[in-house]
């Protein structure tokens, strides 16, 4: 498939996408790998799957950027406690606490968010820490706008004098 068709839109094969490592803050029980389908977003939705290993897994968190939604491919996803199979789908608001996830045999989940990565920094928020909650969004699955200031996020109060200096 062609990946050039149309700077407005983006056609890939999964199975033409390397599985990379992929860093997860907090997570544990393995290495984990992530397809990256799409992360222009600008052609769509950011758009990966994500591989946990068998025996994994990823701190309770939420994502300040927009809602993420995943669909499961492959194996077992235990999320908060529930355990999930093939043709299971998730979904979360921004600022939504969600998980912990984790997995007893692995599994391979198609995530979908509106922004995942911006120079380097990545839209992941933990809301636990060594297995006590940590400071999160007041419960309810809160708005982006209601949560703390994301400092990956530009500062409209300095854009002008930015501008103007630069």
Same mark, same amino acid.
């Given at each position: 498939?062609?990946?050039?068709?149309?700077?407005?839109?983006?056609?890939?094969?999964?199975?033409?996408?390397?599985?990379?490592? =992929?860093?997860?803050?907090?997570?544990?029980?393995?290495? =984990?790998?992530?397809?990256?389908?799409?992360?222009?977003?600008?052609?769509?939705?950011?758009?990966?799957?994500?591989?946990?290993?068998?025996?994994?897994?990823?701190?309770?968190? =939420?994502?300040r950027g927009g809602p993420?939604?995943?669909?499961?491919?492959? &194996?077992?996803?235990?999320?908060? &406690?529930?355990?999930?199979?093939p043709g299971a789908f998730?979904?979360?608001?921004? &600022?939504?606490?969600?998980?912990?996830?984790?997995?007893? &045999?692995?599994?391979?989940?198609?995530?979908?968010?509106?922004?995942?990565?911006?120079?380097?920094?990545?839209? =992941?928020?933990?809301?636990?820490?060594?297995?006590?909650?940590?400071?999160?969004?007041?419960?309810?699955?809160?708005a982006a706008a209601a949560?703390?200031?994301?400092?990956?996020?530009?500062?409209?109060?300095?854009?002008?004098?930015?501008?103007?200096?630069?």
């Amino acid at each position: 498939m062609d990946e050039t068709m149309d700077p407005a839109g983006l056609m890939v094969d999964a199975k033409d996408i390397e599985a990379v490592p =992929f860093e997860i803050p907090g997570a544990t029980g393995g290495s =984990f790998l992530i397809q990256i389908l799409n992360q222009d977003v600008a052609r769509g939705v950011v758009t990966t799957i994500v591989h946990l290993p068998a025996g994994s897994r990823i701190p309770a968190h =939420f994502h300040r950027g927009g809602p993420e939604m995943h669909y499961i491919l492959e &194996g077992d996803l235990i999320e908060a &406690g529930e355990a999930l199979g093939p043709g299971a789908f998730l979904t979360h608001a921004a &600022g939504t606490v969600h998980g912990p996830h984790e997995s007893r &045999g692995g599994a391979k989940v198609l995530t979908v968010q509106q922004w995942q990565s911006h120079d380097g920094q990545f839209d =992941f928020h933990a809301a636990e820490e060594q297995g006590r909650p940590a400071a999160a969004p007041p419960p309810g699955g809160t708005a982006a706008a209601a949560l703390p200031p994301d400092p990956t996020a530009p500062n409209p109060d300095t854009r002008d004098a930015e501008q103007a200096t630069g």
